[in-house]
């Protein structure tokens, strides 16, 4: 269970959201929305800790999260807007270094490029990819390293049809498995039973 | 333990990949150190006066001019975000890559470094000394460096604020390191000189990586 209470952000000198209250139980998702402004890459990064909440409290299971951020951020998966992929490495390389980093070894590398039907690609060095195909290595991480919680921030951009759908069955997959989503996303993913997260301009 | 070690073998592989930024360092020191007999004159007493001197303000330049890929390359691209959401303590992950750049620009340097003193016709006696100066003071360059590095990531064009931050920092390196090596040279007794620099080193190993982690969360937030 993941859980907000309270969450303010400020940005700058400005508050963007006040009272901020948000429940997600084991295989759930959750959807953020809100015009561009409103602060749902804020209140990803705020889940991830690497934002400070202005106030408010974060829990896990009913834990404060931030007695133990580094446990946190074991639990979790970011996708942010920036692929994290390396243009000297090849596909595979990319992967595996995270996974490696991550204490998962290299056994998942390969499910994972075939969950995002990129496994053709594998030995290619990541600075001939395009920018779908940039951000499928980027979200290949996810499966290649177990966690319990996924952010992500427009996990679609930049993202083709199939590649959507990929996307699509893998947060059916991690969500069966009680896994949560936390997502900021423009487009309809197509999940099932989500939540959703309205959020206003300030 | 593990993590640390897989951060350094990345660092390591990119840095081979990417081979140049990792010689340009080093064909920087050569191309300093080279250029002084050509100003100064080839004259043999002069080079072997100055050569200590010379080897180390390069040596600090060189190592400066490589900090700004220490983060900045994973800070435009979000591996730094990720490298910190690893779930590793953020110290730990500044002292891997600190670790990494040492070992891609500090070790070339050490092992640079003999091939210049003798085309500075340095006096035989201050070889030793040289080595272990640079041995341990070349780790204290990299520490130091990866505060200046860490604060600078979110400056347009940081390089020369970098500089200006981390120039001022060296000294007390450059001071012990030249000293150790003019003591041997005249027949003195090196030891203090390196007990210093040694002293400064394993001070700066706790602190610079917890400085330089506190100034990365801040680029982050």
Redesign the interface.
Known sequence: MFQGQGIACDRGERRIFSDLDFSIAPGGAMVLRGPNGSGKTSLLRIAATLLGAADGRLLWNGSEILADIEKHRTRLHFVGHQDAVKGALSVWENVAVWADIRGAGDRCVDAALAAFEISHLADTPAQYLSAGQHRRVALARLVASPAALWLLDEPTVSLDAEGTACLRRVIADHRAARGIVMAATHIDLGLDDVELLHLKLP | M??LI??IA?DL??AV??GGATLLALVFFVLTVTLFPLGVGPEPAILARIAPGVLWVAALLAAMLSLDRLFQSDF????L?????????VGGVVLAKIIAHWMTTGFPLLLAAPFLAVLLNMNGEGFTALMLTMLIGTPALSLIGAIGAALTLTVRRGGVLLSLLVLPLYIPVLIFGVSAIDAAVHGLNAKPHLLLLAALTVACLPLCPWAAAAAVKLS??
């Open positions: 593990k993590p897989s951060i990345r592989r990119l990949r990417q435009e691209d979000g591996s975000e990720q490298l910190v959401l690893s779930g590793l303590p982050l937030d």
